[in-house]
């Protein structure tokens, strides 16, 4: 989506807002995608590797619901001056 920004503010439910790298929010989503419990979400479901699916949410996304009550991941590309 903004593969030419170096830095992202993630949004976890119940932590504080956090900015990262985009290697480092890749690291969380994979990390995310390797203990998920259960079935990916539909869009996911193509991929076998949790690193392509990481580089798809990255790339085309700014959120993914951790399903049920735990809310939802949220990362947005941000300019920092």
Known sequence: MYEEESTYVLL???VDEVFVTPE???AKLEDTLKNWDGPWPQDLQKFTDPSAAANFLM???CELDLGGTLGTLQWYSVRLD
Do not use: D, I, N, T
């Open 59 to 61: 790339g085309s996304v």
């Open 12 to 14: 976890v439910p119940g």
């Open 24 to 26: 480092e929010l890749l």
